[in-house]
């Protein structure tokens, strides 16, 4: 079958591999229905994490049709429409059951997602099933569930954004951008939207931005200082994971507020001082995706969110280099990969 | 009238100062029934605060009579008994509207509270009375109110405590046994007190620990982890605020868990990315009182609650020299001081 490989910073190849199988009872095969590139996939292409030196499987987002399960898998069936997280988790152990299956203590990743068809390890406990086989338009929405959306979702849950809050979010990349439609979902009244792209300024206000602060560092707090009275916003959604980024959203939230972080802290120093100062709250980390998964694709299905907005260039598999190229200069918030021409 | 002066670092002294006087018409004038020294109050007697070089008035704990107030005051009335939060505020600018009050746009602090009388600002918004003057056997616990007991309470809310959870408290002082007392409260099940003073595991016991543990650093979070098979508290109370006090309340929550912290961070790096990868949250600050002084107050006054007890010694004001020594030897979990020989 036909895979991405990172044979080097830089340097995406669609190849031939070896199709996968199943490896332990519990495993199942999905062929995918799409794929896409992720902004931390961008880490490796741009080469700030370390490459390997081996040509490397890539991608942890996707959805499919069930082909195979093993012996032990009991709730997911063959020929089953599935979305699963950019993880694999049990969803039995007592961190998924308090609902952080990113912790789960049989947590586990993906080989590489942008390719025909993959393993899925704990099958049960990683996929979810829709009822029907959804109508190919929905496709992108219920691809997006898998990683950016329950992400922005988390954000927006760690932020502990309630009905009635004003919510700022720092970000606007896909998964920013997911923040602004599940602050919008979870009853922000107020959404300030931090970004200085037209193109995801108007993605931002169809997903229910109510502002957009085009200024960043201490002028973008400052702004929205100035929007809110000089009292910040209720909450903020922190979507990126740079110093920069932090010290905006620490800035810009209310004191007594919390910030939701989802993007990987790098090179991010708390001022722990200035946060018990203003009591603020910060809590974050990788999305328990799983956790959210059965209400998003709902939301989805029904039509209420549609995530997948978030892909503005889609390709066929064998063109992923230009979707990495499109995501790393830019021209593309997110790219969706599609395995099959026919799709 | 007789107040306490720090008038170099370890010597405290009681000596003859002006009586206070209204100085804004939003002014009331308490006489005190109780004063009280402070865990934080050691950080200037052991000359870890920089001193001044001039005596200094010192104490921030109080509960008294109402003796005279200002043109503007109009809910607090001469005769009443009232206790104030350890600051000053005004109650209702749009930070303490959201409840916290110790991030208030008039914040202020007291000249010095172990005195007979002291000066209070903002009294509509600062004090809060009781129906009738109490009976002496609760002037402990309701000055307790003023500062362990809601700084106890705010490290369980910020903690997320819920009823069911099994809570670990970092710190035995006034504080963290406070913290028991408000964790059991506000309903954990289990609550795990990390002591190694026997009279404070007996106090944290009486408050309602379930378990005691003995073991610091390192140890005591795997004797925590031990305890939860594994898994961690669900909320941790951190009532220290030492770098060693943080890593032992990061390291003893579990996946998922909110570290509520009270201890003003003395040399905390706060690890970020632990944080980020098991998704463990941390808010706190200095606890606004005043949110939860009529609640805490009312529990005190039906008998739900006794946070009296953390006083060990009682001593007339003009010994205060003795209650600091006793304080900074740990002979003394926390000193009542009283102003008047008749109290």
């Known amino acids: 079958m036909r895979a991405t490989f ?16 199943l490896e332990q009872p519990t495993d199942a095969i999905v062929e995918l229905s799409a794929s896409c590139i992720c902004g931390s996939d961008l880490w490796s292409y741009r080469g700030i994490n370390t490459h390997s030196g ?3 499987r890539i991608g942890h987002e996707y959805c499919g049709i069930v082909t195979e399960v093993g012996a032990d898998v009991t709730s997911i069936k063959v020929g089953q429409f599935v979305v699963g997280g950019f993880f694999t988790c049990d969803n039995t152990c007592p961190h998924c059951r308090a609902g952080f299956q990113s912790v789960c203590q049989h947590l586990g990743f993906y080989l590489g997602c942008q390719a ?17 086989h959804p109508n190919a338009a929905l496709i992108p929405s219920l691809l997006a569930c898998s ?7 988390h954000a927006a ?10 919510v700022a979010v720092v970000g606007d990349g896909a998964v920013g951008l997911c923040g602004v439609l599940a602050a919008a979902h979870q009853g922000a009244e107020r959404i300030i939207a931090m970004s200085r792209h037209r193109p995801r300024q108007q993605l931002a206000t169809e997903f229910g931005a109510t502002e957009i602060v085009e200024e960043r560092g201490d002028d973008g707090v400052a702004r929205v200082l100035e929007l809110t009275d000089q009292i910040g916003a209720d909450a903020v959604l922190e ?15 209310r004191p007594g507020g919390m910030v939701g972080f989802v993007g990987v802290p790098h090179g991010v120093d708390v001022p722990i001082r200035t946060m018990f100062k203003r009591n603020v709250g910060l809590r974050g980390g990788m999305a328990p ?31 992923a280099a230009e979707g990495y190229r499109a995501m790393d200069e830019r021209r593309a918030v997110k790219v969706l990969l599609k395995p099959f021409a026919a799709n």
């Open 157 to 166: 849950k760690m932020a502990s954004v309630q009905p009635g809050m004003t």
């Open 239 to 253: 979507c990126v994971g740079t110093a920069g980024a932090m010290t905006q959203a620490l800035g810009c939230v």
């Open 54 to 56: 081996e040509p490397t």
């Open 289 to 319: 995706v799983r956790q959210y998964l059965p209400e998003l694709m709902e939301l989805v299905i029904s039509n209420v969110i549609d995530p997948g907005k978030v892909f503005d260039l889609q390709l066929p598999l064998e063109e």
């Open 116 to 132: 025909e068809r993959i393993r899925v390890a704990h099958a049960d406990g990683t996929l979810v099933a829709t009822d029907t």
């Open 147 to 153: 990683d950016v959306m329950g992400t922005g979702w």
């Open 6 to 21: 990172l044979d080097a910073p830089g340097e995406i190849r669609v190849g031939d591999t070896a199709e996968p199988t």
